[in-house]
């Protein structure tokens, strides 16, 4: 499809920090859309900000807007590297232990806070500054689900602000696949406190958030 295509064509420009990317034409919901799933699908395009284009009859033209210089992207993805060595295997662990094991240690490791700067919706606030929202925190989740080939997404919308709450707020979080079920993952504390505890050999799971807190 024409969407694909242009979201294949932005995808391998920005992997490779092309300042130019030609593309079909789509309509701007269906950019829209192409945007919000190139950035939630790909948390190593963290040095990706937004684009700027053109069109004409046939074609649009992009010119990606990056938050760094290439001499800062190749610091960070090697940090990155450093950083994530020890997540690149599951160790023996089947995907649900594993992701019981990353949702403790991010707990552990990763501060919310909001401090209103482009590293606290990435996995450079999460993972390096160890600060960042809840899609900062979530892309952090689905990278290191990636490198170990567990199928993760993630997810926005709205969450109840309090369990009781009939009111909405914006919020980001994961849907992971396990054992042919997907199950809401939530690593932002601010909502921990709504999980729906699931027990494996007494230990609470509360990373798996009852499904009526999410709209």
């Not at 089947?94 to 919706?121: M, P, Q, T």
């Amino acid at each position: 499809s024409r969407c694909q295509e242009v979201y294949d064509a932005l995808y391998h420009g920005i992997k490779k920090v092309e300042t130019k990317i030609i593309t079909p034409l789509v309509t701007q919901i269906e950019l829209n859309k192409i945007y919000e799933f190139l950035v939630l699908d790909n948390p190593i395009f963290f040095y990706f900000k937004e684009c700027s284009y053109t069109w004409t009859q046939k074609e649009m033209i992009f010119s990606p807007i990056y938050l760094y210089d290439g001499e800062t992207i190749y610091n960070y993805l090697k940090e990155i590297g450093r950083l994530t060595r020890i997540l690149r295997s599951k160790n023996g662990r089947n995907d649900y232990d594993f992701i019981l094991y990353i949702n403790g240690l991010l707990k552990r490791k990763v501060v919310y806070n909001d401090d209103g700067s482009d590293e606290s919706h990435s996995i450079i606030g999460s993972l390096i500054n160890k600060s960042a929202v809840c899609d900062g925190i979530s892309k952090l989740f689905k990278y290191i689900c990636d490198i170990n080939d567990i199928y993760c997404i993630v997810s926005t919308g709205r969450a109840k602000s309090t369990y009781n709450s009939e009111t909405y707020t914006g919020h980001a979080w994961n849907k992971v696949k396990i054992d042919n079920t997907w199950v809401n993952i939530d690593l932002d504390a601010i909502w921990q406190n709504f999980c729906a505890v699931r027990e494996k050999a007494g230990v609470p799971v509360c990373a798996v958030v009852k499904a009526d807190a999410y709209g």
